[in-house]
T-cell receptor, first 109, second 111 residues
Framework: RKEVEQDPGPFNVPEGATVAFNCTYS??????FFWYRQDCRKEPKLLMS???SGNEDGRFTAQLNRASQYISLLIRDSKLSDSATYLC??????????FGRGTSLIVHP | DAGVTQSPTHLIKTRGQQVTLRCSPK?????VSWYQQALGQGPQFIFQ???????QRGNFPDRFSGHQFPNYSSELNVNALLLGDSALYLC??????????FGSGTRLTVV
């Protein structure tokens, strides 16, 4: 079983739609969680950290469920510019972050 | 303030050759991590350098080696290249391992 698992998609949604991605992790000692965004042929960029209480940044909401060992990312009112790959990242303490393979999102007009 | 810079941006090599990739970390960062990202996959951790020492290493063969210089810049060396080494190689810098910033990567093609 992979340490961090994501549905690769692609998720194909119209503009204005709400879309959610889940990511499961296997290491129960994981302490830090992040969502990164990666555009085609570009480097990953930090989208948001995921806190235990959940957190929101504009149209983006991240949630953590430690009991079930998954994190989620919700995007409301999707824009064409949201089209990208979303990478789930999990880290145990000071250990190296582990990346999922990413979920591809395509927002169409 | 320059972010993380990597060179070269693209590279084509032949099987069996050796390659050196370079990374200059973001100003103020002291830790450099290298990742390999194959097409359609997430970045896979190769190793991390801090204070000129390899601090952690992922599941990569000894053909992959690295170095960190006193100015915190780093090199990734790959010997005896295989076709499967074709990937995007990403360098990420951080301050003592927190808050990763990625460079735009070096796209290596082995033919």
């Amino acid at each position: 079983r992979k340490e961090v698992e994501q549905d690769p998609g692609p998720f194909n949604v119209p503009e204005g739609a709400t879309v959610a991605f889940n990511c499961t992790y296997s290491n129960s000692a994981s302490q830090s969680f992040f969502w990164y965004r990666q555009d085609c042929r570009k480097e990953p960029k930090l989208l948001m950290s995921v806190y235990s209480s959940g957190n929101e940044d504009g149209r983006f909401t991240a949630q953590l469920n430690r009991a079930s060992q998954y994190i989620s990312l919700l995007i409301r009112d999707s824009k064409l510019s949201d089209s990208a790959t979303y990478l789930c990242v999990v880290r145990e303490g000071s250990y190296i972050p582990t990346f999922g393979r990413g979920t591809s999102l395509i927002v169409h007009p | 303030d320059a972010g993380v810079t990597q060179s070269p941006t693209h590279l084509i090599k032949t099987r069996g050759q050796q390659v050196t990739l370079r990374c200059s970390p973001k100003s103020g960062h002291d830790t450099v991590s290298w990742y390999q990202q194959a097409l359609g996959q997430g970045p896979q951790f190769i190793f991390q350098y801090y204070e000129e020492e390899e601090r952690q290493r992922g599941n990569f063969p000894d053909r992959f080696s690295g170095h960190q210089f006193p100015n915190y810049s780093s090199e990734l060396n790959v010997n005896a290249l295989l076709l499967g080494d074709s990937a995007l190689y990403l360098c990420a810098s951080s301050l003592t391992g927190d808050g990763y910033t990625f460079g735009s990567g070096t796209r290596l093609t082995v033919v």
